[in-house]
């Protein structure tokens, strides 16, 4: 690689660290892991860097993401077991758990740990679309590239994904 | 709420994914229906919390700084990497050569009991020369930095001439060991080959060798001059050998009569 290969590389990924380090973050719920995830991401991403062919901005930001996305997905698999989170089944999650009555003064203070914790309780792939929507801001096409599943899955998961959180907050309130 | 296409549906309005079209039937729904304005703003309270309360993160400086690093010497390998097939090359030429040295030491062994003494000395200092670190104790393609070097090195300043006009050009010098004295080795370059020039001043007598010799591979070529006993090695073709040689001789032929 030639250093000037090498500068614009940087020029375009670095500025996507704090994304990546976010990303990282909630998928491994592990400051440390997410840590070596996203240098293990970013030396991926400088092997593969001749088959990017994007311009700077939100197409390389996906496809940053999509390769932490990967990273953390094999980092989970060589050094710990997801065992907060069941195995994901579209269909098993897709059910409507329950009839809830709407509430408004649902979030309040101290809603902080819950949701945080509310959000590290989502199966992964609830919790990757949540956090590309709602933390990195991604759109749904992005969320899809990133992801690798079509549109119309990004948003039906990104759906259940809220009603599993407003659930998961309004059964904390109930217990307080 | 239990209409999932309509949750979804309304999931997506609120993050700006409908289409106009689709946006305003979801408005017009949503003024006539209680149940989905209730769930509307649920979600938008959930957004709010969202925002409010979990953090997208900063990577920390030094995260930064170990990434940087880390690219810095991936970067430097794949440079490396890049230019490995001549390392590689080199490497097994040089391989080759210390075999050649290996079994070329014990053939000059036997070769040196049966006479020819000096030659088989001058070709082995040129094999050992090829071992990594004994070619040249100065690098320079400078006939003046090379000349010079030699001063207080041994007893006479050899004649030092660039060919690189002519495609020969100057790699450096180094002292040697030859005949029972101390003696002046020149490296020039040919494409990938490397010739040895050994000179000292010439002395009378019997000639010190062959004027031509080819062993295990190598040519040598011996003249005398009125100043100096020259020996000339490489595997270099012979008829290119030659011509080096010619040009080393009028070189000094031209140059060495005014001023050693």
Redo the contacts between chains.
């Keep these: 690689?030639?250093?000037n290969?090498?500068e614009r590389?940087?020029a375009i990924m670095?500025p996507h660290?704090?994304?990546?380090?976010?990303l990282a973050?909630y998928l491994t719920r592990n400051d440390h892991d997410a840590?070596d995830v996203?240098?293990e991401a970013?030396?991926r991403a400088?092997?593969y860097f001749d088959g990017f062919r994007g311009a700077a901005g939100g197409e390389s930001r996906s496809w940053l993401l999509a390769i932490v996305r990967n990273t953390a997905h094999t980092w989970r698999h060589q050094h710990r077991a997801d065992t907060l989170a069941t195995e994901f089944d579209e269909e098993l999650h897709?059910e409507?758990v329950a009839?809830?009555h709407?509430?408004?003064t649902?979030?309040r203070e101290a809603?902080?740990a819950s949701?945080?914790h509310a959000?590290d309780g989502l199966p992964r792939e609830f919790r990757e679309v949540?956090v590309l929507?709602?933390?990195?801001g991604l759109?749904?096409k992005e969320i899809s590239d990133v992801v690798g599943v079509p549109v119309g899955t990004v948003?039906?998961r990104?759906?259940r994904a809220?009603?599993r959180?407003?659930e998961a907050?309004r059964s904390e309130q109930q217990e307080r | 709420m239990t209409h999932p296409v309509l949750e979804a549906q309304l999931d997506a309005y609120l993050d700006g994914e409908l289409t106009a079209d689709d946006a305003r039937e979801l408005e017009a729904h949503l003024v006539q229906c209680p149940d989905c304005a209730g769930f509307r703003d649920e979600r938008i309270a959930l957004r709010a919390a969202i925002a409010a309360h979990v953090p997208a993160l900063q990577a920390s400086d030094a995260l930064r700084q170990r990434v940087r690093a880390a690219l810095r010497v991936a970067g430097g390998t794949r440079s490396r990497r890049r230019i490995a097939a001549p390392v590689v090359w080199r490497s097994l030429a040089l391989a080759a050569s210390l075999a050649v040295v290996a079994v070329g030491s014990w053939r000059l062994a036997l070769q040196r009991a049966a006479g020819g003494a000096l030659t088989d000395q001058v070709l082995a200092s040129h094999v050992r020369s090829l071992m990594p670190g004994h070619l040249t104790d100065v690098v320079s393609s400078d006939q003046h930095t090379v000349k010079p070097w030699f001063n207080g090195k041994l007893d006479f300043s050899p004649p030092v001439y660039d060919f690189s006009g002519r495609g020969f050009p100057l790699v450096g010098g180094r002292l040697d060991y030859l005949n029972g004295r101390p003696v002046a080795a020149l490296v020039y370059g040919r494409r990938q080959h490397l010739i040895n020039v050994f000179l000292w001043p010439a002395v009378q007598g019997p000639a010190g060798g062959p004027p031509a010799a080819t062993r295990q591979g190598y040519h040598l070529l011996h003249w005398t001059t009125r100043e100096y006993a020259y020996w000339v090695v490489s595997d270099l073709g012979i008829s290119e050998l030659r011509d080096f040689a010619a040009l080393l001789a009028r070189g000094d032929s031209a140059a060495a009569t005014p001023a050693r």
């Design positions: 690689m030639e250093s290969e090498l590389f940087e670095l660290m704090d994304a990546a380090y976010t973050h840590e996203v240098q970013y030396l400088l092997k897709s409507t009839h809830v709407p509430e408004t649902l979030l809603a902080r949701l945080r959000i949540i929507r709602e933390l990195e759109s749904y948003m039906s990104l759906s809220r009603r959180l407003q907050l």
